[in-house]
């Protein structure tokens, strides 16, 4: 069975550093591309930053120069570094693989998330 795994999440002061890892594990095979989304209570999930399988990054304007994505899609690998986190930065922190398949469209692969809580 197909799995992305998170690991780094949990608690941290404002102004502080925490990274976020995510390998796949079983068999996505080469994707077109990696994010990280965050959900906060009673908020949609949103896409915070993504790297292509070109190396092509783009953030969220709110994590913009603070955040910065890094990976190897071709192994399925995904890290994120976070800066300057702000009690706004608090949420669940979600892994996603995706890739676009003929006659298919997009299928998306998701870890289970972890929590990134940043408070004093």
């Known amino acids: 069975q197909v799995q992305l795994v998170e690991s780094g999440g949990g608690l941290v002061h404002p102004g502080g550093s925490l990274g976020l890892s995510c390998a796949g594990s079983g068999s996505i095979g080469r994707v077109n591309g990696m994010s990280w989304y965050r959900q906060a209570p009673g908020k949609q999930r949103e896409l915070v930053a993504v790297?292509?399988?070109?190396?092509?990054?783009n953030y969220a304007d709110s994590v913009k120069g603070r955040f910065t994505i890094s990976g190897d899609t071709a192994k399925n690998t995904v890290y994120l570094q976070m800066n300057s986190l702000k009690p706004e930065d608090t949420a669940v922190y979600y892994c996603n693989a995706y890739l676009y398949m003929a006659m298919v469209g997009r299928r998306d692969y998701w870890g289970q998330g972890t929590q990134v809580t940043v408070s004093s």
């Open positions: 790297i292509t399988s070109g190396s092509t990054t």
